[in-house]
């Protein structure tokens, strides 16, 4: 069971030296790491994604052009004295980087210089190892990088919860429009059927009118003839 939960972890080893190299790689197989042994930091660089020369030339070609992608790494092991880029120096870098920063660096030296070490552990080293390394200092990686792995779960879900919250405000936006669009559609049919009915009430009234006056006008001439004089039959002597 712990040999299987020990097994996900990957350790990326840094060393110019291939008998220290071979060592460190040896000490973690037998702890059941998955290990990536280099012989330079610009080399761990190349492998992290994070190139040396990236801001000089991006175009230059990595000599691992798909590893970081394809592999997590969950530690970093570097010697501190190698030519070139040394192990102070590839921690530096790391630890500038926003995407590399939270991968746990520890860093070896067969020399014990006190001024040295407390740099390193400044700068961000998680462990100091004094070589030759042995087995039971490797014991003590194995908490930085739970820790780190589940800072890396916790980002995971709190960015998931973010983007479902985004969905779910989309979700809800969609159908206060809709809502609108309708009232709006139902506010203007209710006005129409206003204006409908005003128009049907005006035309009643002026129908009203017109009948109104239809009656007036016959009940005069009706009544004129009724008070009209009959001389039928009579006759007028001057």
């Known amino acids: ?14 060393d110019d030296s291939i008998i220290d190299r071979k ?3 040896r000490l973690l197989k ?16 190349e492998f992290l994604g994070l190139c040396e020369n990236d801001e000089t030339n991006p175009n230059t070609p990595s000599v691992f052009p798909n590893n970081h992608q394809e592999v997590e790494v969950n530690l970093v092991i570097t010697d501190y004295c190698m030519p ?3 192990g102070y120096d590839l921690l530096k870098k790391i630890k500038e980087s926003s995407s590399l920063k939270n991968i746990p660096v520890v860093i070896m030296s067969s020399e014990n210089v006190p001024s040295r ?10 462990e100091f ?14 908490p930085h990088m739970k820790k780190t792995k589940l800072k890396h779960q916790k980002q995971e879900t709190e960015q998931k919860f973010e983007n479902s ?55 005069l001439s009706s009544d004129t003839d009724r008070t009209r004089p009959r001389y039928s039959g009579i006759a007028t002597v001057v």
């Not at 069971?1 to 840094?14: D, I, K, N, T, Y």
């Not at 190892?129 to 194995?142: E, I, T, Y």
């Open 1 to 14: 069971m712990g040999l299987a939960a020990e097994s996900q972890f990957h350790v990326l080893a840094v």
């Open 23 to 25: 060592l460190i790689e």
């Open 30 to 45: 037998t702890s059941s790491y998955q290990v990536t042994t280099v012989d330079s930091g610009s080399k761990a660089l």
């Open 84 to 86: 070139g880029m040394t």
């Open 117 to 126: 070490i407390n740099r390193c552990l400044e700068e961000g080293a998680e």
């Open 129 to 142: 190892f004094l070589k030759p390394v042995r087995l039971s200092d490797l014991s003590r990686l194995k």
């Open 165 to 219: 919250e985004i969905i779910q405000n989309d979700q809800k936006q969609t159908p206060k429009s809709q809502i609108q669009h309708s009232e709006t559609e139902s506010q203007s049919q209710t006005q129409l059927q206003a204006h409908s009915t005003i128009d049907q009430q005006q035309q009643s009234l002026q129908q009203g009118n017109n009948n109104k006056r239809k009656n007036m006008e016959q009940g």
